[in-house]
């Protein structure tokens, strides 16, 4: 089992600007896919079935959803 934090804020200037912030964790299977542990981040903060960009850093991501100021971080804990 891998443990993942998750932070939701807004941006400015296309940076993460942390005016506001939502945190929240999960834990995934080793074996789980990125759409799968993406899919459980974005439903703790309210973005189910919301589009955006993905930034894929190998132990962390960067979702950013169209349209909106803000940036979802989903970072592996090992």
């Not at 299977?29 to 759409?35: E, G, L, Q």
């Amino acid at each position: 089992m891998i443990k993942y934090t998750v932070e939701y804020t807004d941006t400015f200037g296309g940076e993460a600007n942390y005016c506001w912030v939502q945190r929240d964790s999960f834990t995934m299977d080793d074996t789980a896919s990125r759409t799968a542990i993406l899919r459980k981040a974005k439903s703790l903060v309210g973005l189910s079935g919301v589009k955006g960009r993905l930034d894929d850093y190998g132990d962390s991501y960067a979702f950013r959803p169209y349209g909106s100021c803000t940036v979802l971080f989903v970072n592996a804990e090992y």
